[in-house]
Structure formats: structure tokens, C-alpha cells
């Protein structure tokens, strides 16, 4: 059974960083794609980051580019994101997700079968 745990969320002033941290287990993690998406109750499911199962290939929309840094520690079993510079529109609930790796990027949340319960990041002004 896969099972993926965030935690490092909280309540942050704009400008400073969070990294959050994903824990994986019931599964091949090295095998495995992983990525962060991000939600509010007044939008779907938003794209955030995405690595690739050999963790050479990194992808991040226009929003957090430049911002947002994902990782992975295979050892740990365990996919980071790297927040700096964070705005109050990053306010909303972060979730790890993740599908057996593939040759091809993947950005939309049907695309990952397995998927956290969420962290919540706030970010005041």
C-alpha cells in the first residue's frame, strides 16, 4: 500500500521560505515520479513541480519558477519542495503525489494515482 506524508507546512510572513517534505513508503521510490500540486477552495488542483523517477528532469509552471526548488533523497524515500520568496498567493494546501516513472512529464493531477493528505502553507503580507 503507497502511503505519502507531508510535513514542513505552517504560517510564514512573505518573502521568507518553508521546505516541505514528502515521506514515501509501499513502493519502489527510485522507480517512482514524484511531485508537488497545491490547492485552494477556490480553485482546482494546481501544478506546482514535478521530478522524474531518475531525478535528472525537473518541471515547474511560470508561478513558482525561479522560486520553487524540488528534490529527492532516494535513500530517505523521501521528495522535498523548496519554497523561497514566498507571496500570499502561495497560500494553499500542498500535496505530494506520485505514478510509476515514465519517459513522459507529467502535469496534471489525474496523471498520479497516489497522493497525500495535504499540508497546509499560509502566507501573510
Known amino acids: 500500500q503507497v502511503q505519502l506524508v507531508e510535513s514542513g507546512g505552517g504560517s510564514v510572513q512573505a518573502g521568507d521560505s518553508l521546505r516541505l517534505s514528502c515521506a514515501a513508503s509501499?513502493?519502489?521510490?527510485?522507480?517512482?515520479?514524484m511531485a508537488w500540486f497545491r490547492q485552494t477552495p477556490r480553485k482546482e488542483r494546481e501544478f506546482v513541480a514535478a521530478?522524474?523517477?531518475?531525478?535528472?528532469?525537473?518541471y515547474y509552471p511560470n508561478s513558482v519558477m525561479g522560486r520553487f526548488t524540488i528534490s529527492r533523497d532516494n535513500a530517505k524515500n523521501t521528495v522535498y519542495l523548496q519554497m523561497n520568496s514566498l507571496k500570499p498567493e502561495d497560500t494553499a494546501v500542498y500535496y505530494c503525489a506520485t505514478r510509476p516513472g515514465t519517459d513522459v512529464a507529467a502535469y496534471e493531477a489525474y496523471e498520479y494515482a497516489y497522493w497525500g493528505q495535504g499540508t497546509q502553507v499560509t502566507v501573510s503580507s
Open positions: 521530478i522524474r523517477w531518475s531525478g535528472g528532469n525537473t
Open positions: 509501499g513502493l519502489t521510490f527510485s522507480t517512482y515520479d
